[in-house]
């Protein structure tokens, strides 16, 4: 909280630019921080751990994978993104393609993506935490957090969100560091481990009058290699390398929570810089979450891997499993009273962290890409407003989403949210990765491409929802010809579709003019001739000044402004000197050294990552 308030005083929230993109004026580390907060939330502690614990450590390439992708944000889309002057991703294809419709879409699409998988994830993941170590009720407890971190972004803007983001970092891998040491310490060391996790079989396995086979509770084989077989694999290697990366595209590259960061940064190198940073975080969760998962399973067999209904009933009041509870379980038994508290306060870091990212980039969508379209001749003043009423909203459609987590929280959280991702992101994926390296791709193809991928997702993940994924003693019943086709593998052919339906009706329909492209693709990234914006005839109003002077506002008004930072921020600037402020958010310039620096660093982080593979997989 005095973090967030520090950063709220301190900032130029009056703006867009100021509340929205912290005035770019970030310098990378706590933009790297950032990044990695804004990812890493409750849910990764809970999910991460609960499915190594469940299959080892294949599902930490979800995270590993990050580290390529982030380069390629880094140093091809950020650079786009910059020149085209944009502050969300919908905004990005408004400009690129034209017409309203991509954009309306892509901002809907992308709330409800908030409200269905990330905050109501997170919340369930913390709750879980909350309830095992203060006995709160689940809803009293998600009010209090919710209530604390809506103050501060509705508030404080982006640069609070990424301050405090910075600081719950910190706090994250600091207490995920001691927690790691205390389960190694316990369990005996490294070759300890390996040895005890392949023994770790509950001591109850029959039952319930049910005839459960020993692969339901032995662990796999293959729990310490990365890289799985291609048919019988619960993450096929080829899912890995094709189906993660695709998702991670969409993650990384064309999603607004993560994107509104990098925009913020004071200059490229700075940008690069903070991907780098955040692609070396990338790299801890295997040691962080996942491991201190399976060790948790070493030491609490029979509740965290329990296979027996009635048994994990007992233990933790769900039947399909116990795995979720890996780690809250362990820091809750391993962890000495004071360090207890600090893993109690990551896990609400890390919840708190995420949801502020959240619900930050959801009020940019809403107001500069619904709301604004709505109400043409809004004020900056009332766009700000708009913005910070709408995150209140959001909160109360996260709480109600919440009893449907609990109910479909079967099996392990981790695969939720990803087969969720392999469902809605590949054809976002597809559509941003043509609109910035086909500059033939038009709004026709882009349109088209996303809307048969959305069917084609929304098919899959309807029956999902309606049949169950089904668990090693109950198959599902869905269809083969839906649910058959393992989800990354699922992903990698939603990509492939959109792609070639995009491709095709472009290449049927007229082509986009140059003159509306230059500086909004990659081959004409570089062109210094006036752009005529697809949107030109859609710009807002000029802004009127405040009626009332600064003087003559009540004392209650004052405050209120200054609460909501709506005060006026200077002098009103002159044509010349707008001009210049608009060529600064648009500059991706950098100097020769600090060019060279992140390019070096960015080959060691490679090496690194391609080390990282080789050993594990």
Request: hydrophobic share 50%; with cysteine; proline share 4%.
């Amino acid at each position: 909280m005095a973090v967030g308030l520090w950063a709220m005083l301190k900032t130029n929230r009056g703006t867009i630019g100021g509340f929205f993109l912290a005035g770019r004026e970030m310098a990378w580390w706590p933009m790297g921080a950032s990044l990695f907060a804004s990812n890493i939330g409750s849910s990764h502690f809970v999910g991460l751990a609960g499915t190594g614990a469940a299959s080892g450590i294949a599902v930490a390439a979800f995270e590993s994978h990050s580290s390529l992708i982030l380069l390629v944000l880094g140093w091809f889309f950020v650079p786009i993104y910059i020149k085209a002057g944009v502050v969300t991703m919908p905004e990005y294809l408004k400009k690129r393609f034209g017409g309203n419709r991509l954009q309306v879409y892509l901002s809907v699409l992308s709330l409800f993506i908030c409200v269905a998988l990330r905050i109501s994830a997170d919340i369930f993941s913390g709750a879980i935490f909350i309830k095992l170590a203060l006995g709160l009720d689940l809803y009293l407890a998600i009010f209090i957090l919710l209530a604390i971190t809506a103050v501060y972004t509705t508030t404080g803007g982006l640069a609070s969100v990424i301050y405090t983001d910075t600081l719950q970092a910190g706090i994250m891998l600091l207490g995920s560091f001691i927690l790691t040491g205390f389960a190694f310490v316990e369990v005996g060391g490294y070759e300890s481990f390996t040895e005890k996790y392949m023994n770790a079989v509950p001591s109850v396995t029959e039952g319930d009058n049910l005839t459960i086979s020993p692969r339901c509770y032995t662990p796999q084989a293959d729990s310490f290699h990365i890289f799985r077989d291609a048919v019988t694999g619960d993450i096929p290697w080829p899912g890995t390398v094709f189906g993660m990366t695709i998702t991670a595209v969409w993650f990384w590259c064309a999603d607004q929570v993560i994107v509104q960061r990098c925009l913020a940064g004071k200059d490229m190198s700075h940008v690069k810089a903070a991907c780098i940073l955040c692609g070396y975080l990338k790299l801890l969760p295997l040691f962080f979450m996942v491991m201190p998962g399976m060790i948790s399973r070493i030491l609490y067999t029979d509740m965290v891997a329990c296979v027996v209904p009635s048994e994990c009933v007992k233990h933790c009041g769900v039947d399909i499993g116990c795995t979720n509870y890996a780690y809250p379980t362990m820091v809750l038994e391993l962890m000495p009273a004071g360090l207890r508290g600090l893993m109690l306060s990551v896990m609400v870091a890390s919840l708190m962290s995420n949801l502020t990212s959240i619900f930050n980039s959801a009020s940019t969508l809403f107001t500069i890409d619904l709301y604004a379209k709505v109400r043409k001749r809004a004020s900056e003043k009332e766009l700000l407003i708009a913005g910070r009423l709408f995150v209140i909203i959001l909160i109360v459609l996260s709480i109600l989403w919440v009893p449907l987590i609990e109910v479909s929280q079967g099996g392990q959280l981790i695969h939720y949210t990803e087969a969720i991702s392999s469902y809605l992101g590949p054809p976002i994926a597809a559509v941003f990765l043509l609109a910035i390296f086909c500059k033939r791709v038009n709004e026709q193809g882009a349109f088209w491409g996303l809307m048969v991928g959305l069917v084609m997702g929304l098919i899959r993940m309807i029956a999902e929802f309606a049949y169950g994924t089904g668990t090693c003693l109950a198959p599902t019943d869905c269809p083969e010809i839906i649910c058959g086709v393992h989800y990354l593998y699922f992903a990698v052919i939603l990509f492939c579709v959109s792609a070639v339906v995009a491709l095709g009706i472009s290449f049927l329909t007229k082509p986009i003019p140059d003159v509306n492209l230059y500086r909004l693709c990659w081959a004409l990234r570089n062109s210094e001739e006036e752009r005529i914006d697809l949107d030109a005839d859609e710009k807002r109003p000029e802004e009127t000044e405040d009626s009332a002077p600064e003087g003559e506002r009540g004392i209650y008004m004052r405050t209120y402004d200054l609460f909501c930072g709506l005060q006026n921020t200077g002098p009103k600037l002159t044509k010349e000197e707008e001009e210049a402020l608009k060529k600064k958010l648009a500059d991706t310039s950098e100097k020769p050294l600090w060019k060279t620096i992140v390019d070096v660093n960015a080959i060691a982080l490679l090496a690194v990552a391609v080390f990282y593979y080789a050993y594990f997989a």
